[in-house]
């Protein structure tokens, strides 16, 4: 079973879909200097983009790693600025840590032109159209989750 982190950020209006990103960005990175962020800072106009859109505000970016998956929200409108349900807290391992990948929600119709402008970049940051919802991989590891029988424990 997989280990799943989640985190949610505040968006627009709060902060712009750039700044959100490069939050995203020192929170992957733990705000230290690497190729991992040079290459997390190249796209930050294809990422905002989709942010804008706001697709991740009920599909998440998957972040994949050595280690536990981190599973990103945004938070959008009264939700942003309230922010009540923000998580922007650091994670306790390196998110990018060995052979880590990026998969980034965006709605389909702009799916063909996100691709094309990630893959010039890297092939560690992917799109995938945001009413698949979560990849085969993801949906199973949700699956896999804990589950407490009450009647069972009352006995």
Not at 119 to 127: D, K
Request: some cysteine; aromatic content about 6%; proline content about 4%.
């Amino acid at each position: 079973m997989a280990t799943v982190i989640r985190r949610t950020f505040r968006s627009s209006p709060f902060r712009n879909t750039h700044d959100t990103w490069m939050a995203i960005v020192d929170l992957l990175t733990g705000g230290q200097s690497s190729e991992a962020r040079k290459v997390l800072v190249a796209v930050a106009g294809i990422a905002a983009s989709c942010i804008a859109d706001q697709a991740p505000r009920s599909v998440p970016i998957v972040v994949t790693c050595n280690g536990p998956r981190t599973r990103i929200y945004c938070l959008y409108d009264d939700d942003a600025l309230d922010g009540a349900d923000a998580q922007e807290g650091a994670l306790g391992f390196d998110a990018l840590q060995g052979d880590w990948a990026i998969s980034i929600p965006c709605h389909k119709d702009e799916l063909p032109w996100v691709v094309g402008a990630l893959a010039e970049h890297t092939t560690r940051i992917t799109a995938r159209d945001m009413a698949d919802g979560l990849a085969a991989d993801e949906k199973a590891a949700a699956s896999n989750s804990l589950v407490l029988d009450v009647e069972e424990f009352m006995k």
